[in-house]
């Protein structure tokens, strides 16, 4: 995966610069108003320590999205880089493998830091707080192999289907996973949907290894929903790679 | 067509393949071919498009399994050994699938670690490879900079990284310019002469006259013939032909006269191609019977010739 290198200054920058201007919009500009009105909803935690387990999870989401969508997509579709590779003793399968490896690997990367400019805001939580990397990387990983097996399924409308995916998945799922304030701030008919977010798992979990709070078993719960998401997404990508290059 | 002694690199015996699209049909991209591949050999599918080529070739390739019939590889089963079979294939494919944003280089050292061959050697092997796809210069380019020509190269010497014992060609020089092709033919010209067995599809003439020992032609999913290049002038075509042109409004008059002067005359638009065993001859019965054509032409049969007469002069798509 050396096709990455040309992007990975850029990416570097992406990846310091983005949380570091979240965290000083979200947590100093608007924190300071939330806290204003006393942190009790949010566990007694400062706002910005509130949210940042959140945005740590999002930005993962949100790089796991595009690696799965248009980077894998491109390689079918437009490249056709993956018709190359599965020419080869590669299998569809293999490839599937690689995909998932590389791009957790990728996502592994973008959270260490992430984590380390959490640090360096002091909102990074006790040592504990450090899980919140394996956390992102899976609950992101959840979501991202099921865009792996979309991207293997989709033809003339990628564009459009992606576009879908982000606007009516990754943002609403963004904004009602407890990603910025409780769910319980929520109307309770639409509170269930929150719990249909892989991200809420994952943001509950990421809180919890920052600020604790959970019981045993609902730590359980959510990490067993996440890692399901996963396996089951994880062999409908094998799967769909494999209808789409070997057919 | 198997001599006595010489390996059967790929055997297919009712070859078979269907898809189902999308609203439920079901086509029949090929319906039942039959062909043998012996090793050294060059051997060419012809056809027009869609006729099945492509997916045969990928059905040979270990990339598409097949619908019906029996398919041998390198004495094994492409369904079963499908891995092991790749491992001893190139393949070019139809479209170029290189990675654009890696180097000459790069490509084929990252394209034989597929294969699994250590770092060393996969270094070695790409600058060997480089050479050979006359990219010296460019080894160090990223692919997006390199012309056509160059990239269809790199191709071909990419499909060469494991040195394999089948060279699978999906019409390797579509879309190049004539000194591209020659360079290419040279190329490929150089495997044959090693003892790499070539398979490729085309649908250029020329190509399957310049390359091939035996070809087929493919039409609908079928075979519609078989035979060497001289071979299938023989059976086919006669030995020359003679183009006759007219003034427009003046053919419809000689036809009927030019009918009788030849086994088989075809009728264009805008000429009559009299099929003769000797050119001179006819053209000499043409002007004594008083067809006075505006330029005639004696020439050589060619596979064209064939190919058109077994494919049709409509087009396909």
């Known amino acids: 995966m050396r096709q990455w290198r040309p992007y990975f200054v850029s990416g570097l920058v992406e990846a310091v610069g983005g949380p570091a201007l979240y965290l000083l919009a979200l947590g100093l500009g608007m924190g300071t108003l939330v806290n204003r009105n006393g942190s009790a909803a949010l566990g007694g935690a400062s706002y910005v320590a509130y949210i940042a387990p959140a945005l740590l999870c999002a930005a993962a989401l949100q790089i796991a999205f595009s690696e799965c969508s248009f980077a894998t997509f491109g390689r079918i579709k437009w490249r056709r880089t993956l018709w190359g590779i599965t020419a080869t003793p590669i299998t569809p399968e293999i490839a599937a493998d690689a995909h998932v490896m590389f791009i957790s690997t990728r996502l592994t990367l973008s959270a260490v830091l992430y984590y380390l400019v959490l640090l360096v805001f002091g909102v990074a939580g006790g040592p504990a707080g450090v899980l919140m990397i394996p956390i992102a990387v899976l609950s992101a990983m959840a979501v991202g192999v099921w865009i792996l097996a979309l991207s293997a399924t989709i033809d003339d409308d990628a564009a459009v289907v992606f576009n879908l995916v982000m606007r009516f998945g990754i943002v609403p799922a963004t904004l009602f996973s407890a990603s910025f304030f409780p769910i319980e701030q929520l109307p309770w008919v639409i509170r269930p949907l929150a719990w249909l977010s892989p991200l809420w798992h994952g943001n509950e979990l990421a809180r919890d290894a920052a600020l604790g709070g959970?019981?045993?078993w609902r730590v359980a719960l959510h990490l067993a929903v996440l890692l399901a998401l996963f396996v089951a997404g994880f062999v409908v990508a094998r799967h769909r790679f494999r209808s789409r290059l070997a057919s | 067509?198997?001599?006595?002694?010489?390996?059967?690199i790929i055997a297919a015996r009712g070859l078979t393949k269907s898809f189902r699209v999308k609203g439920g049909e079901t086509v029949h991209a090929v319906r039942g071919v039959d062909v043998t591949v012996c090793r050294g050999e060059a051997f060419g599918f012809l056809g027009p498009n869609g006729a099945g080529k492509s997916t045969t070739m990928r059905m040979v390739a270990c990339t598409s399994p097949r619908t019906g019939g029996e398919l041998t590889i390198l004495g094994r089963d492409p369904d079963t050994d499908g891995v092991a079979i790749r491992d001893r294939l190139g393949v070019v494919p139809q479209q170029d699938n290189l990675d654009e944003d890696l180097t000459v280089r790069e490509n084929l050292y990252i394209y034989a670690r597929y294969f699994g061959y250590p770092r060393a050697y996969c270094r070695a092997k790409a600058a060997e490879l480089v050479e050979f796809a006359q990219l010296t210069d460019k080894a160090e380019a990223r692919v997006s900079q390199l012309s056509g020509g160059m990239q269809r190269r790199l191709t071909i010497?990419?499909?060469?990284v494991n040195d394999p014992d089948v060279l699978l060609l999906d019409e390797p020089t579509t879309g190049l310019d004539p000194q591209a092709r020659h360079v290419l033919w040279d190329r490929l010209f150089r495997l044959k002469q090693s003892g790499v067995t070539l398979v490729l599809t085309t649908h250029y003439m020329d190509e399957a006259e310049q390359l091939c020992d035996r070809l087929v032609v493919m039409d609908g999913g079928l075979i519609a013939a078989e035979g060497s290049p001289a071979e299938l002038i023989a059976q086919y075509s006669t030995r020359e032909v003679v183009e006759l042109r007219f003034t427009p409004g003046e053919q419809a008059a000689a036809e009927d006269a030019a009918a009788?002067?030849?086994a088989r005359v075809e009728v264009l638009p805008d000429r009559l191609l009299l099929y003769t065993d000797d050119?001179?001859?006819?053209?000499?019965?043409?002007?004594?019977a008083g067809i006075a054509p505006l330029s005639a032409l004696v020439r050589r049969s060619t596979l064209e010739d064939v190919f058109l007469r077994l494919t049709g002069r409509s087009l396909v798509d």
């Open chain 2, 157 to 160: 010497a990419r499909a060469l």
């Open chain 2, 1 to 8: 067509m198997t001599a006595e002694g010489v390996e059967t």
């Open chain 2, 279 to 288: 050119g001179d001859e006819t053209l000499a019965a043409v002007t004594a």
């Open chain 2, 260 to 262: 009788a002067l030849a």
């Open chain 1, 214 to 216: 959970l019981s045993a």
